[in-house]
């Protein structure tokens, strides 16, 4: 869940804001918050609130390794079955 919008004119707030990437602007309090619980996206126009480059990179790097592994686990696989059945 995001946090609450507070439909307040942010331009004459006390408070800090920050302009998103996508050019919303948001309190940075509750941008902060937004990223500590995983949350990347505005929750306006739902667009990435950062560069996202290096998480995609490391989430591809990381499927990589999960089909290096079952492809090798499918072949260990085979090899154990042919052994049963005498190939």
Same mark, same amino acid.
């Given at each position: 869940?995001?946090?609450?919008?507070?439909? %307040?004119?942010?331009?004459?707030? %006390? !408070?800090?804001?920050?302009?998103?990437?996508?050019?919303?602007?948001?309190?940075? %309090?509750?941008? &902060?918050?937004?990223? =500590? *619980? &995983? !949350?990347? =996206?505005?929750?306006?126009?739902? !667009?990435?609130?950062?560069?996202?480059?290096?998480?995609? *990179? *490391? $989430?591809?790097?990381?499927? =990589?390794?999960? &089909?290096?592994?079952? $492809?090798?686990? !499918? *072949?260990?696989?085979?090899?154990?079955?042919?052994?049963?059945?005498?190939?």
């Amino acid at each position: 869940m995001y946090p609450p919008l507070h439909f %307040q004119y942010l331009f004459d707030s %006390q !408070k800090e804001t920050t302009v998103m990437k996508c050019g919303h602007t948001m309190r940075s %309090q509750c941008c &902060n918050e937004m990223i =500590s *619980r &995983n !949350k990347f =996206s505005c929750p306006i126009c739902s !667009k990435s609130v950062m560069d996202m480059s290096m998480i995609w *990179r *490391r $989430l591809d790097e990381e499927a =990589s390794l999960v &089909n290096h592994f079952y $492809l090798r686990c !499918k *072949r260990i696989h085979r090899e154990v079955v042919a052994s049963k059945i005498g190939f």
